[in-house]
Nanobody, 115 residues
């Protein structure tokens, strides 16, 4: 079983910032926190940013230059610093983790960007 502790979502005005954090635990060999996806109402879940244990990163074009993903391998955590937020960033943000074969998903945290 995999446990997720996601935090940092909320309501912010356009141009503001939020920082999401996700801690992953579980008695599964090779399990590590990988990154963030999001799903807006009526839309499919989409990649936001992911990172591997070596630190390489992948970002969606829509967030490049505004979001930064980082990881703490010792704590099996990933963080997402979101700056210059836009209304179109409004969505439920999901953390995920992998063990090389299976993808696991957190429960999600709401991010709302509105004035």
């Amino acid at each position: 079983q995999v446990q997720f502790v996601e935090s940092g979502g909320g309501l912010v005005q356009p141009g503001g910032s939020l920082r999401l954090s996700c801690a992953v635990s579980g008695r599964i060999s090779g399990l590590y926190a990988k990154g963030w996806y999001r799903q807006a109402p009526g839309k499919q879940r989409e990649l936001v940013a992911v990172t591997n244990r070596g630190g390489s990163t992948t970002y969606a074009d829509s967030v490049k230059g505004r979001f930064t993903i980082s990881r703490d391998n010792a704590k099996n955590m990933v963080h997402l610093q979101m700056d210059s937020l836009k209304p179109e960033d409004t969505a439920v943000y999901y953390c995920n983790a992998v063990d090389g074969l299976v993808v696991y998903w957190g429960q999600g945290t709401q991010v709302t960007v509105s004035s």
